[in-house]
């Protein structure tokens, strides 16, 4: 009988561990899975990144909508300068939402798979001309 109540809480966090879930992370290592999972349990409420399944808040009057990130960059040390602080601007993200080593993967998850929508403009190539490859 003893040995049943050890087994059931352990069964129930396996259980709950697993319905978190990553069926809709889009990622390639273990590591990155991790990441994945911990941005979704952490931020998902105010972000979209779709290499984690997010897709930020759906209803705005109830929450503020935090960047999406699959249409912005965002480096390792942005990221994790945000986790600690509260966002860019500190305005709306709670400062240390995630800490530690949690934190650090939330980071390189972010560096590794934001930016995945952002589009270069066109830009005047150095040499003067428009850059579009017309060469008339």
Do not use: W
Request: proline share 4%; aromatic share 6%; hydrophobic share 40%.
């Amino acid at each position: 009988m003893r040995r049943l109540l050890i087994f059931i809480p352990i069964a129930a966090a396996a259980f709950v561990l697993a319905a978190c879930g990553s069926e809709d992370v889009s990622v390639t290592t273990p590591e990155d899975e991790a990441g994945a999972v911990l941005f979704a349990d952490h931020c998902a409420g105010c972000h979209t990144l779709s290499a984690a399944g997010t897709q930020g808040s759906g209803n705005r009057s109830l929450r503020a909508q935090g960047p999406n990130l699959d249409q912005r960059a965002v480096s390792y040390e942005d990221a994790l300068f945000a986790i600690h602080n509260g966002g860019a601007s500190g305005a709306v993200m709670p400062q240390n939402i995630v800490v530690g080593d949690d934190a650090e993967k939330i980071a390189e998850f972010i560096d590794q798979y934001s930016g995945s929508q952002v589009e270069d403009s066109p830009r005047p190539s150095a040499d003067g001309s428009s850059g579009s490859g017309d060469q008339s």
